[in-house]
């Protein structure tokens, strides 16, 4: 956890030192404008998403109203938080990837092995996302079907904390990853053979997440502590394959 720790304080301190730090203005812009629009939807809907929500609990249920509301507030916030950071991360993904790009030059010395230029890396890089997202989504919409099954719901906030780790890892680990000519299957390999690593450095990328406004300053920096995970971590886990999207 340590580590993890320290690969998100050093990105984050890397990010926004001379010569990096105008890389990251074009990542903020994007995750603030996502930002305010989807709260902006969200507040403007509450109030009739909540009266649909309860007017859908029978009458002999009333008497759990108490219960309900928070489960439909917990609920929603989990909604808001991957939708947040799905949208963010595929528009952002083309800046990011160039901002992994030259975080590894200062890091390591020396490019990745992308030989791709700047436009094509970015057509790319949505399809990655799109790759991303078609994993996703349907274990998500698993997990929330789980939360509303009685008894097997007691341990659902453990695999929400869980999943939730588990797919900040691949969204920001991806990014140094697609740049150096992972396939999303080899890379998936390469995070479940190391999975402590990969489940504490998602796991903290998930509570900076959450952090209001403080979040979209602290984004970019996860993306390099990713690049630093991935040359300490991932990258000796096998040569890199053909990418596949």
Do not use: C
């Not at 990105?11 to 995750?31: A, E």
């Not at 928070?70 to 963010?88: A, Y």
């Not at 010395?109 to 890089?125: H, Y």
């Amino acid at each position: 956890m340590i580590d993890a720790f320290t690969a998100l304080s050093r990105g984050t301190r890397l990010v926004y030192s001379p010569g990096l730090r105008r890389y990251v203005f074009l990542p903020i812009l994007v995750n603030l404008l996502v930002y305010a629009a989807l709260l902006y939807y969200v507040i403007s809907r509450f109030g009739g998403w909540l009266d649909g929500w309860m007017a859908m609990v029978p009458g002999w249920l009333e008497w759990l109203n108490w219960l309900i509301w928070p489960l439909f507030m917990i609920s929603l916030l989990l909604i808001v938080f991957f939708t947040f950071t799905l949208i963010s991360s595929m528009i952002a993904a083309p800046f990011y990837g160039f901002l992994a790009e030259k975080v590894e030059r200062v890091v390591t010395g020396q490019p990745p092995l992308d030989d791709r230029g700047v436009m094509r890396a970015g057509i790319d890089a949505i399809g990655r996302e799109l790759v991303k997202l078609a994993y996703i989504l349907p274990r998500m919409l698993l997990l929330f079907i789980i939360s509303w099954i009685p008894a097997v719901n007691i341990i659902a906030p453990v695999l929400w904390g869980l999943f939730s780790a588990w797919t900040m890892a691949i969204t920001y680990l991806d990014y140094p990853m697609d740049n150096n000519k992972v396939s999303f299957a080899d890379m998936r390999r390469r995070l479940n053979a190391r999975r402590i690593p990969t489940l504490t450095y998602g796991g903290w990328v998930t509570l900076i997440t959450w952090l209001p406004l403080a979040n979209l300053f602290l984004l970019p920096g996860a993306v390099a502590g990713a690049v630093l995970m991935w040359d300490r971590h991932y990258r000796d886990l096998g040569k890199p394959t053909a990418v596949t999207r």
